[in-house]
T-cell receptor
């Protein structure tokens, strides 16, 4: 059974640009969550999608957005990038009310 | 507000036992999770507690007391590969499987 797949693994972007990250959950899982991990703030919840609907959202500015497709694959977008957006972005897949399985993450560096 | 506290760092010797405590204050409770994260890698699931008591899984055990807002992760027979960050996380809503509140993590250093 394939795990959670995130692409790309690494990205370097310039301030002001926008970026799109992709996540393919475990087959059969309909819930996908996104997290931002930085050394200073730790792991912070961005949003959760379930059956193409955003079910919950964390305390991040509107520059952070996401969506989920009918095959449960999800994308998150960050517009007008800032230096502080440099982080590891993790996607998690859930099949129910149990554990979340994380992908390897996308390391975003904003210069 | 939401608060999940765990020690910043712990050091132990190979073969020993280490207990990582986690206390939480959240608006709701629907499960507590422990994850292991090696540097530069994704968190990997270790344990899940939703009812009070001890869950044992090989060398790892996790305990939960909901009335005290307290959990611990016990690592037995420590190995060098157990050097990692251990994250305590709480799911505070029953209708949101994926929204976890994470502690800052406990860095465990295993020495020879």
């Amino acid at each position: 059974k394939a795990g959670v797949t995130q692409t790309p693994r690494y990205l370097i972007k310039t301030r002001g640009q926008q970026v799109t990250l992709s996540c393919s959950p475990i087959s059969g899982h309909r819930s996908v969550s996104w997290y931002q991990q930085t050394p200073g703030q730790g792991l912070q919840f961005l949003f959760e999608y379930f059956s193409e609907t955003q079910r919950n959202k964390g305390n991040f500015p509107g520059r952070f957005s996401g969506r989920q497709f009918s095959n449960s694959r999800s994308e998150m977008n960050v517009s007008t990038l800032e230096l502080g957006d440099s982080a590891l972005y993790l996607c998690a897949s859930q099949g129910g009310n149990t554990e979340a399985f994380f992908g390897q993450g996308t390391r975003l560096t904003v210069v | 507000g939401q608060n999940i506290d765990q020690p910043t760092e712990m050091t132990a010797t190979e073969g020993a036992i280490v207990q990582i405590n986690c206390t939480y204050q959240t608006s709701g409770f629907n499960g507590l999770f422990w994850y292991q994260q090696h540097a530069g890698e994704a968190p990997t699931f270790l344990s899940y507690n939703v009812l009070d008591g001890l869950e044992e899984k090989g060398r790892f055990s996790s305990f939960l007391s909901r009335s005290k807002g307290y959990s611990y992760l016990l690592l037995k027979e420590l190995q060098m590969k157990d050097s990692a960050s251990y994250l305590c996380a709480v799911r505070d809503q029953s209708d949101s499987w994926g929204k976890l509140q994470f502690g800052a993590g406990t860095q465990v250093v295993v020495t020879p």
